[in-house]
């Protein structure tokens, strides 16, 4: 059973910067892809971020230029910097993974931006 904690997400004012952090319970050398998805209230849930283990990054229109996806293998961490944050960005972000092909899915961080 693979175990993604997240932490990282909280209350910021519109323009502002925050940093999610996911680490996997698994160990890094048969974990392919990971990523971020959101869900805002009552909407469905959507793609911000993947990162593949060769370093190859796929971005929502809506994240790329303010977004970062990074990972760190070593730590079984994979990270998503936020900056200029807007409104529109409150949702729970979710950690997500594949081991190799298997997704698995955190608990998820609320992230809400204040106007």
């Known amino acids: 059973q693979v175990q993604l904690v997240e932490s990282g997400g909280g209350l910021v004012q519109a323009g502002g910067s925050l940093r999610l952090s996911c680490v996997a319970s698994?160990?890094?050398?048969?974990?392919?892809?990971m990523g971020w998805y959101r869900q805002a209230p009552g909407k469905e849930r959507e793609l911000v971020a993947t990162?593949?283990?060769?370093?190859?990054?796929n971005y929502a229109v809506s994240a790329k230029g303010r977004f970062t996806i990074s990972r760190d293998d070593a730590k079984n961490t994979v990270y998503l910097q936020m900056n200029s944050l807007k409104p529109e960005d409150t949702a729970v972000y979710y950690c997500?993974?594949?081991?190799?092909?298997?997704?698995?899915w955190g608990q998820g961080t609320l992230v809400t931006v204040s106007s």
């Open positions: 997500w993974i594949t081991i190799p092909t298997r997704a698995y």
């Open positions: 990162i593949t283990r060769g370093g190859n990054t």
């Open positions: 698994r160990n890094s050398f048969n974990i392919n892809t």
